[in-house]
C-alpha cells in the first residue's frame, strides 16, 4: 500500500505562503487589488486541493490495483498457477520500495515457486535473486530461511541433490538461530526428502520423525506431509505395516485439510503399498480412484502417471489386454499434453510386443530416442539400453543385442558412479557442516561459558555492592547518631553561648550608662553637645545640638561624624582627641564654625572609654568645666586602685587578643575595626592601633585605664563562635576576675 499521507505531505510543503499587508506600507495594493488577489488566491487554492485530491485518488487506485496483484497472487496459486505466476511478479515488481519491502519478498517467493513448479527454472531463479537483492530491507527474521529454502527446492527439481542438501542444511541452520521450531521442522523434513533420493534412509527417517514430532508439539494441524514422507520412506525400507499406517493418517489429514492433490498421491502411496503386500485388487483399485479424481480436476500429468502405473501393474499381473488399454490412454494424454509418449511407456510396450513388427516398431522407436538423446534420466536410460539388448535378441540380432548390453553396462555403471558421487557430495556437504556446527557449538560453549563469568562476575560484584550497602547503612547510622549527638551538644553550647552573650550585652549597656547619665547633665544644662568614639561615630546628642541641625537626638545617635559635621570638622575633631590620647593630657581646642559663624570647641573626655566631646556654644564651656572636674575626680579614684586589678586588665587584653588571632586568623586591627571599640591612626601610610597596643602591658597600662573598653573587648571576642573551649574558658574566667576587681574598687 503507497503511502498517502506522506505524498500529501510531500505536496503540502509546496504550498506558497500567504502574505498579510501591514497597514501604513507604501505600496500597498488598494480594497479592490486586495479583493481580486484574495479571489484570485481563493482559487489558486481551489485548484491545489482539486489537484491533490485528483492525485491522491491516482495514487489510492495504484495502491489498490497493486494490492489486487498481490491478493490474486495469493489467491491463485493452487487453482490458477500460471495466472498467479504473472500477478506475483506484477506485484513484485510494483513493491520494491522500502516502505512495501515485505510484500515484495512475499509476492517474489510466490513467484519463485509457481515457476518452478509450471517448469520454469530461469523465472523461479530470476525471482530468487531479486528476493536476495531485497533481503536486507526486509524486516521477516526468517525471510532468509526462506530464500534458502527455495533455492533448495529448485535445485532439488532440477536433480541437483548435493545443492539441495547444502542449501537445506542452510536453511536449518538459520532457523536454529532464529530459535524457530516451526521452521526448523520444515527443514528436518526438507533434509529427510534429500537424503532419502541420495540412498541414507536412517538420516532420511530421523529428520522425518523429528519434523513430525515438532510438528506434533506445536500443534499443527497439517501433518498430512510429514505422515506420507514417513509411510514412503518405511515403503522403501520393506516395512509395509508400518507404511499403511502413516499413509493411512496422511490420508485422512489431507481430506481433513481438503488438499486434493496431496491426498491423491497419498493413495498412490497407499497403492505401492498393497501392491508390495502382494494386493494387486487393493493397489488396483486405488489407482483407479486417484485416476478418476485426476480427471474430473484436471491434473493431465497425474493422470499420465497414474495410467502408465496401471498399466505396469496389469502387465505384471498377467493381463496384457488391461496393459495396452492403459496405454493407449497414457499416449491419448501424452497428446493432449502437447508431447511424445513417455519412455516408461514404451518400455511397457516392448514387455507386451507379441509379434515381430511390433517389436520392431518399439525397437526403433526406442533406438531413436536414444540417438536424439530424448532421454535424460539415467535409470530410464540404463532400462532402455536393457529393454533393446532384449528386444534385438527376440529379433535375431545378436550383435546389436550385445552391444546394447554393453552400453547398458557402461551406464550402469555411470549411474552408479553418479549415485556415489552424489553420496560422496553429500558426505561432503554433511562433513562441512558437521564442522561449521562444531565450531558454532563451541563458539556458543565459549559464549556460555563467558555469559556464566559475566553472571558470576555480577553476582560477585552485586554481593560487593550489598556489603558496601550494608557497610555504608551502618556507616551512615553510626555518623548520623554522632551528629545528632554532637548536634545536641552543639545546641547545648550554642545556648549557653547565647546567653553568655546575652549577659556581655547586657553588661556592655550598663557601661553605657555614663553616657545616659552624661546626656541627663547636658540636657538639664541646655548644652549643645555632641560625643563621639574611637571609631568616629555620635555616641550622645544633646537636645540644644539636635536642634542646632533640625532634628531629634534618636536621628543623629548612631550616625557618622561626618555626616553631621562634614569632612574637614569631623577630621580636626578626631585629630584633637587623638593628640590628646597620645599626650595623655585634657586640652581644649576651638575652631570657627564654617556655616554658622560661631566657634566650636572640642576636647578628649577620660571617661571608662575614649571619647571626644564637641560643643557648639560658649556658654556650654562652664558645663564642660564642671563636667571635667568630675571626670579628673574620677581620673583620681581610679588611680586609687590596687595594681592587681591593672595586671588582670593586661593578661585579659592579651588573653582577648590571643582568642581573636587563633580563632579568625586575622589580626588586632581587625579586632579593633570590628568591634568598634578602639580608635584607628594612619602613621607613615600604615594602619595602627596605639591605644589598644598601650593595654597590652603594664609598662604602657594608662594611669586610669578603661576597664570597661577591655570588657567589651572580651565581651565582643567571646560572641565568636570559633573560639575554641579552653580559650573561652580563660576569658571567662578572666573577666569574671575583672568584674569581681572593679566591684571590690
Same mark, same amino acid.
Given at each position: 500500500?503507497?503511502?498517502?499521507?506522506?505524498?500529501?505531505?510531500?505536496?503540502?510543503?509546496?504550498?506558497?505562503?500567504?502574505?498579510?499587508?501591514?497597514?501604513?506600507?507604501?505600496?500597498?495594493?488598494?480594497?479592490?487589488? +486586495?479583493?481580486?488577489?484574495?479571489?484570485?488566491?481563493?482559487?489558486?487554492?481551489?485548484?491545489?486541493?482539486?489537484?491533490?485530491?485528483?492525485?491522491?485518488?491516482?495514487?489510492?487506485?495504484?495502491?489498490?490495483?497493486?494490492?489486487?496483484?498481490?491478493?490474486?497472487?495469493?489467491?491463485?496459486?493452487?487453482?490458477?498457477?500460471?495466472?498467479?505466476?504473472?500477478?506475483?511478479?506484477?506485484?513484485?515488481?510494483?513493491?520494491?520500495?522500502?516502505?512495501?519491502?515485505?510484500?515484495?519478498?512475499?509476492?517474489?517467493?510466490?513467484?519463485?515457486?509457481?515457476?518452478?513448479?509450471?517448469?520454469?527454472?530461469?523465472?523461479?531463479? %530470476?525471482?530468487?535473486?531479486?528476493?536476495? /537483492?531485497?533481503?536486507?530491507?526486509?524486516?521477516?527474521?526468517?525471510?532468509?530461511?526462506?530464500?534458502?529454502?527455495?533455492?533448495?527446492?529448485?535445485?532439488?527439481?532440477?536433480? +541437483? =541433490?548435493?545443492?539441495?542438501?547444502? +542449501?537445506?542444511?542452510?536453511?536449518?541452520?538459520?532457523?536454529?538461530?532464529?530459535?524457530?521450531?516451526?521452521?526448523?521442522?520444515?527443514?528436518?523434513?526438507?533434509?529427510?526428502?534429500? !537424503?532419502?533420493?541420495?540412498?541414507?534412509?536412517?538420516?532420511?527417517?530421523?529428520?522425518?520423525?523429528?519434523?513430525?514430532?515438532?510438528?506434533?508439539?506445536?500443534?499443527?494441524?497439517?501433518?498430512?506431509?510429514?505422515?506420507?514422507?514417513?509411510?514412503?520412506?518405511?515403503?522403501?525400507?520393506?516395512?509395509?505395516?508400518?507404511?499403511?499406517?502413516?499413509?493411512?493418517?496422511?490420508?485422512?489429514?489431507? %481430506?481433513?485439510?481438503?488438499?486434493?492433490?496431496?491426498?491423491?498421491?497419498?493413495?498412490?502411496?497407499?497403492? +505401492?503399498?498393497?501392491?508390495?503386500?502382494?494386493?494387486?485388487?487393493?493397489?488396483?483399485?486405488?489407482?483407479?480412484?486417484?485416476?478418476?479424481?485426476?480427471?474430473?480436476?484436471?491434473?493431465?500429468?497425474?493422470?499420465?502417471?497414474?495410467?502408465?502405473?496401471?498399466?505396469?501393474?496389469?502387465?505384471?499381473?498377467?493381463?496384457?489386454?488391461?496393459?495396452?488399454?492403459?496405454?493407449?490412454?497414457?499416449?491419448? =494424454?501424452?497428446?493432449?499434453?502437447?508431447?511424445?509418449?513417455?519412455?516408461?511407456?514404451?518400455?511397457?510396450?516392448?514387455?507386451?510386443?507379441?509379434?515381430?513388427?511390433?517389436?520392431?516398431?518399439?525397437?526403433?522407436?526406442?533406438?531413436?530416442?536414444?540417438?536424439?538423446?530424448?532421454?535424460?534420466?539415467?535409470?530410464?536410460?540404463?532400462?532402455?539400453?536393457?529393454?533393446?539388448?532384449?528386444?534385438?535378441?527376440?529379433?535375431?540380432?545378436?550383435?546389436?543385442?550385445?552391444?546394447?548390453?554393453?552400453?547398458?553396462?557402461?551406464?550402469? /555403471?555411470?549411474?552408479?558412479?553418479?549415485?556415489?558421487?552424489?553420496?560422496?557430495?553429500?558426505?561432503?556437504?554433511?562433513?562441512?557442516?558437521?564442522?561449521?556446527?562444531?565450531?558454532?557449538?563451541?563458539?556458543?560453549?565459549?559464549?556460555?561459558?563467558?555469559?556464566?563469568?559475566?553472571?558470576?562476575?555480577?553476582?560477585?560484584? =552485586?554481593?560487593? @555492592?550489598?556489603?558496601?550497602?550494608?557497610?555504608?547503612?551502618?556507616?551512615?547510622?553510626?555518623?548520623?547518631?554522632?551528629?545528632?549527638?554532637?548536634?545536641?551538644?552543639?545546641?547545648?553550647?550554642?545556648?549557653?553561648?547565647?546567653?553568655?552573650?546575652?549577659?556581655?550585652?547586657?553588661?556592655?549597656?550598663?557601661?553605657?550608662?555614663?553616657?545616659?547619665?552624661?546626656?541627663?547633665?547636658?540636657?538639664?544644662?541646655?548644652?549643645?553637645?555632641?560625643?563621639?568614639?574611637?571609631?568616629?561615630?555620635?555616641?550622645?546628642?544633646?537636645?540644644? /545640638?539636635?536642634?542646632?541641625?533640625?532634628?531629634?537626638?534618636?536621628?543623629?545617635?548612631?550616625?557618622?561624624?561626618?555626616?553631621?559635621?562634614?569632612?574637614?570638622?569631623?577630621?580636626?575633631?578626631?585629630?584633637?582627641?587623638?593628640?590628646?590620647?597620645?599626650?595623655?593630657?585634657?586640652?581644649?581646642?576651638?575652631?570657627?564654625?564654617?556655616?554658622?559663624?560661631?566657634?566650636?570647641?572640642? %576636647?578628649?573626655?577620660?571617661?571608662?572609654?575614649?571619647?571626644?566631646?564637641?560643643?557648639?556654644?560658649?556658654?556650654?564651656?562652664?558645663?564642660?568645666?564642671?563636667?571635667?572636674?568630675?571626670?579628673?575626680?574620677?581620673?583620681?579614684?581610679?588611680?586609687?586602685?590596687?595594681?592587681?586589678?591593672?595586671?588582670? =586588665?593586661?593578661?585579659?587584653?592579651?588573653?582577648?587578643?590571643?582568642?581573636?588571632?587563633?580563632?579568625?586568623?586575622?589580626?588586632?586591627?581587625?579586632?579593633?575595626?570590628?568591634?568598634?571599640?578602639?580608635?584607628?591612626?594612619?602613621?607613615?601610610?600604615?594602619?595602627?592601633?596605639?591605644?589598644?597596643?598601650? !593595654?597590652?602591658?603594664?609598662?604602657?597600662?594608662?594611669? %586610669?585605664?578603661?576597664?570597661?573598653?577591655?570588657?567589651?573587648? /572580651? !565581651?565582643?571576642?567571646? @560572641?565568636?563562635?570559633?573560639?575554641?573551649?579552653?580559650?573561652?574558658?580563660?576569658?571567662?574566667?578572666?573577666?569574671?576576675?575583672?568584674?569581681?576587681?572593679?566591684?571590690?574598687?
Amino acid at each position: 500500500m503507497i503511502d498517502f499521507a506522506r505524498r500529501t505531505d510531500d505536496l503540502r510543503c509546496t504550498w506558497p505562503v500567504h502574505c498579510r499587508w501591514p497597514s501604513g506600507w507604501r505600496g500597498c495594493p488598494s480594497d479592490e487589488d +486586495r479583493s481580486l488577489g484574495a479571489a484570485s488566491s481563493a482559487s489558486v487554492r481551489t485548484a491545489r486541493i482539486v489537484l491533490l485530491v485528483v492525485v491522491g485518488v491516482f495514487l489510492a487506485a495504484a495502491d489498490a490495483a497493486v494490492a489486487d496483484d498481490l491478493q490474486d497472487c495469493r489467491a491463485l496459486r493452487t487453482s490458477r498457477p500460471a495466472q498467479a505466476l504473472e500477478s506475483c511478479e506484477a506485484a513484485a515488481l510494483e513493491l520494491q520500495s522500502a516502505v512495501h519491502a515485505d510484500e515484495a519478498f512475499e509476492a517474489l517467493m510466490h513467484a519463485a515457486q509457481l515457476a518452478a513448479q509450471l517448469g520454469s527454472p530461469e523465472r523461479s531463479a %530470476r525471482a530468487l535473486d531479486q528476493a536476495t /537483492a531485497l533481503l536486507p530491507r526486509v524486516q521477516d527474521a526468517l525471510a532468509s530461511h526462506r530464500l534458502a529454502r527455495r533455492r533448495g527446492l529448485l535445485a532439488y527439481r532440477e536433480g +541437483r =541433490l548435493a545443492e539441495a542438501l547444502s +542449501r537445506f542444511l542452510e536453511a536449518q541452520a538459520t532457523a536454529r538461530t532464529a530459535r524457530d521450531e516451526a521452521a526448523t521442522a520444515v527443514s528436518d523434513n526438507d533434509l529427510g526428502v534429500v !537424503y532419502r533420493h541420495l540412498g541414507d534412509y536412517p538420516s532420511s527417517l530421523e529428520h522425518f520423525q523429528a519434523s513430525l514430532e515438532a510438528k506434533e508439539r506445536l500443534g499443527e494441524r497439517e501433518l498430512g506431509s510429514s505422515l506420507a514422507n514417513v509411510g514412503s520412506l518405511y515403503l522403501e525400507l520393506g516395512d509395509a505395516e508400518r507404511a499403511r499406517h502413516y499413509l493411512e493418517r496422511a490420508l485422512a489429514a489431507h %481430506r481433513e485439510s481438503g488438499r486434493l492433490h496431496l491426498e491423491m498421491q497419498t493413495i498412490e502411496e497407499i497403492a +505401492r503399498v498393497a501392491e508390495q503386500q502382494g494386493d494387486a485388487v487393493a493397489a488396483r483399485e486405488a489407482l483407479r480412484q486417484a485416476w478418476e479424481r485426476y480427471g474430473e480436476d484436471g491434473f493431465s500429468r497425474d493422470r499420465l502417471r497414474v495410467a502408465l502405473r496401471l498399466a505396469a501393474l496389469e502387465e505384471r499381473s498377467g493381463s496384457a489386454s488391461a496393459a495396452a488399454q492403459w496405454l493407449g490412454q497414457a499416449g491419448v =494424454l501424452a497428446e493432449e499434453l502437447g508431447g511424445e509418449a513417455p519412455v516408461q511407456a514404451l518400455l511397457l510396450q516392448a514387455r507386451l510386443a507379441a509379434g515381430r513388427q511390433e517389436r520392431e516398431w518399439v525397437y526403433a522407436e526406442l533406438s531413436g530416442r536414444l540417438t536424439g538423446n530424448a532421454i535424460e534420466d539415467p535409470v530410464l536410460l540404463a532400462d532402455a539400453e536393457g529393454m533393446l539388448a532384449e528386444l534385438a535378441e527376440r529379433l535375431g540380432r545378436p550383435t546389436q543385442a550385445l552391444v546394447h548390453l554393453r552400453e547398458q553396462q557402461r551406464r550402469s /555403471a555411470e549411474l552408479a558412479a553418479g549415485r556415489h558421487a552424489q553420496r560422496l557430495d553429500a558426505l561432503r556437504v554433511r562433513f562441512e557442516v558437521a564442522r561449521l556446527e562444531s565450531e558454532r557449538d563451541q563458539l556458543e560453549a565459549q559464549a556460555a561459558l563467558q555469559a556464566a563469568e559475566l553472571q558470576r562476575r555480577r553476582a560477585m560484584t =552485586l554481593l560487593v @555492592a550489598l556489603a558496601g550497602l550494608v557497610a555504608l547503612a551502618g556507616l551512615a547510622l553510626w555518623s548520623q547518631r554522632r551528629l545528632y549527638r554532637h548536634r545536641l551538644e552543639a545546641q547545648r553550647a550554642r545556648s549557653a553561648l547565647e546567653q553568655r552573650i546575652e549577659q556581655a550585652r547586657r553588661s556592655a549597656d550598663m557601661l553605657r550608662a555614663d553616657l545616659r547619665s552624661l546626656a541627663w547633665l547636658l540636657d538639664r544644662q541646655q548644652a549643645a553637645v555632641l560625643v563621639f568614639d574611637a571609631g568616629g561615630r555620635v555616641r550622645l546628642a544633646t537636645r540644644a /545640638a539636635a536642634q542646632r541641625f533640625g532634628s531629634v537626638p534618636e536621628q543623629i545617635q548612631g550616625r557618622a561624624l561626618v555626616e553631621v559635621l562634614g569632612r574637614q570638622v569631623a577630621g580636626w575633631a578626631q585629630s584633637v582627641v587623638e593628640s590628646d590620647s597620645l599626650r595623655d593630657a585634657d586640652a581644649t581646642e576651638a575652631m570657627g564654625l564654617p556655616d554658622a559663624g560661631g566657634m566650636i570647641r572640642c %576636647r578628649r573626655l577620660a571617661l571608662e572609654e575614649e571619647l571626644g566631646v564637641i560643643w557648639l556654644e560658649e556658654s556650654a564651656g562652664d558645663a564642660l568645666a564642671s563636667l571635667a572636674g568630675d571626670a579628673q575626680g574620677r581620673r583620681d579614684k581610679e588611680a586609687e586602685r590596687s595594681l592587681g586589678l591593672r595586671e588582670q =586588665l593586661v593578661a585579659l587584653m592579651q588573653a582577648s587578643l590571643n582568642a581573636w588571632e587563633r580563632a579568625t586568623r586575622k589580626s588586632r586591627i581587625d579586632l579593633a575595626e570590628a568591634s568598634g571599640v578602639w580608635r584607628l591612626t594612619v602613621d607613615d601610610g600604615r594602619l595602627r592601633v596605639r591605644t589598644m597596643d598601650r !593595654y597590652l602591658s603594664l609598662e604602657s597600662l594608662p594611669e %586610669r585605664p578603661r576597664w570597661r573598653e577591655v570588657l567589651r573587648t /572580651a !565581651y565582643f571576642v567571646l @560572641a565568636e563562635h570559633r573560639i575554641d573551649a579552653a580559650a573561652r574558658q580563660r576569658l571567662e574566667q578572666l573577666v569574671e576576675s575583672v568584674q569581681a576587681a572593679t566591684l571590690r574598687h
